[in-house]
């Protein structure tokens, strides 16, 4: 997991009039954790950017696709409530952003602009970036089944995962899940003893939501996975990953996560690879400070 404790040194070049500018759109966006991690990866590639937060209103996405190309803004990354109306806006979508119908990045190609969806493969990378495993041939079990669940799954399903069941209170939104992903099927909660990786997409042990000091599962279920992660990452150690941590299952939070949906951002929009290092402790440096607001950059 990732817990950086000191602010990532800025090397960032002086704004000129060659700067070039990228930006998250949301409504709230003022918390967002994606300027500290965008702006540390500009700064580490010695790159002439800048990232900024942009607060958006419901139903003016559209408008915001639109001052792209007004303004020359060169990707943006989308959090709530935007994600399908900016899909909306677009005619250009990846394979991934098509299947789900949302878009939580816009990059250009090719004289046009493109909607992606970070998140999934975001997942899968810091599955594959944090531990010694490999999604392909894995049995996976996702808890949740909304937004962020279905973007894993659809992810998951691509890099080769032998088995994914969900398993959601509302069975009509784990079916939709499902139908994402070949492998994919409903799922019972006690299908997680068994999993080699549990991913926890709801926002139980979440600070600032329903149940801060829950678990969306009994501890009685833990103990012979591979990794229980935890898409949460306010706090740092949720219940669920302290409770698998006790039953001497690996964890892995969700800052990884965030880190590496944000690089797959940053390579769509610069076409560098990204400084995945000084990206990391920027978002460690953020979490250990005193801003604990949930974030939903994904």
């Given at each position: 997991?990732?817990?950086?404790s000191s602010p990532t040194p800025d090397f960032?070049?002086?704004?000129?009039?060659?700067?070039?500018?990228?930006?998250?759109?949301?409504?709230?966006?003022?918390?967002?954790?994606?300027?500290?991690?965008?702006?540390?990866?500009?700064?580490?590639?010695?790159?002439?950017?800048?990232?900024?937060?942009?607060?958006?209103?419901a139903g003016c996405a559209a408008d915001a696709v639109a001052a792209m190309e007004v303004l020359g803004?060169?990707?943006?990354?989308?959090?709530?409530?935007?994600?399908?109306?900016?899909?909306?806006?677009?005619?250009?979508?990846?394979?991934?952003?098509?299947?789900?119908?949302?878009?939580?990045?816009?990059?250009?190609?090719?004289g046009e602009l493109v909607g992606d969806n970070t998140d999934g493969d975001g997942c899968v990378a810091a599955v594959h970036a944090e531990t010694n495993l490999r999604i392909e041939g894995s049995t996976?079990?996702?808890?949740?089944?909304?937004?962020?669940?279905?973007?894993?799954?659809?992810?998951?399903?691509?890099?080769?995962?032998?088995?994914?069941?969900?398993?959601?209170?509302?069975?009509?939104?784990?079916?939709?899940?499902?139908?994402?992903?070949?492998?994919?099927?409903?799922?019972?909660?006690?299908?997680?003893?068994?999993?080699?990786?549990?991913?926890?997409?709801?926002?139980?042990?979440?600070?600032?939501?329903?149940?801060?000091?829950?678990?969306?599962?009994d501890a009685s279920l833990l103990g012979r996975q591979k990794l229980v992660a935890d898409i949460v990452y306010s706090p740092l150690i949720t219940r669920l990953l302290a409770d698998a941590a006790a039953a001497g299952v690996p964890t892995m939070g969700g800052l990884p996560m965030l880190v590496h949906q944000a690089v797959a951002q940053f390579e769509h929009w610069t076409g560098v690879r990204a400084p995945i290092a000084a990206m990391s402790q920027a978002a460690g440096a953020r979490a250990a400070g005193t801003d604990s607001a949930p974030d939903d950059d994904r």
């Amino acid at each position: 997991m990732l817990t950086g404790s000191s602010p990532t040194p800025d090397f960032a070049l002086p704004i000129s009039g060659a700067t070039r500018l990228a930006a998250v759109i949301g409504d709230p966006v003022r918390h967002s954790r994606s300027p500290a991690i965008h702006n540390a990866g500009f700064a580490a590639a010695g790159l002439d950017w800048r990232y900024v937060a942009l607060p958006v209103k419901a139903g003016c996405a559209a408008d915001a696709v639109a001052a792209m190309e007004v303004l020359g803004i060169e990707g943006l990354s989308v959090t709530m409530p935007h994600k399908a109306d900016v899909f909306a806006a677009l005619s250009r979508h990846t394979p991934a952003a098509a299947a789900l119908g949302v878009c939580n990045c816009v990059y250009r190609q090719d004289g046009e602009l493109v909607g992606d969806n970070t998140d999934g493969d975001g997942c899968v990378a810091a599955v594959h970036a944090e531990t010694n495993l490999r999604i392909e041939g894995s049995t996976v079990v996702v808890l949740g089944a909304g937004g962020a669940a279905r973007s894993i799954v659809e992810a998951l399903g691509r890099a080769g995962a032998a088995a994914i069941g969900i398993v959601n209170r509302t069975e009509s939104a784990a079916h939709s899940a499902a139908a994402l992903a070949n492998v994919a099927s409903v799922a019972d909660v006690g299908e997680v003893r068994t999993a080699d990786i549990v991913v926890n997409t709801t926002s139980v042990g979440m600070d600032g939501g329903p149940a801060p000091d829950r678990s969306p599962i009994d501890a009685s279920l833990l103990g012979r996975q591979k990794l229980v992660a935890d898409i949460v990452y306010s706090p740092l150690i949720t219940r669920l990953l302290a409770d698998a941590a006790a039953a001497g299952v690996p964890t892995m939070g969700g800052l990884p996560m965030l880190v590496h949906q944000a690089v797959a951002q940053f390579e769509h929009w610069t076409g560098v690879r990204a400084p995945i290092a000084a990206m990391s402790q920027a978002a460690g440096a953020r979490a250990a400070g005193t801003d604990s607001a949930p974030d939903d950059d994904r």
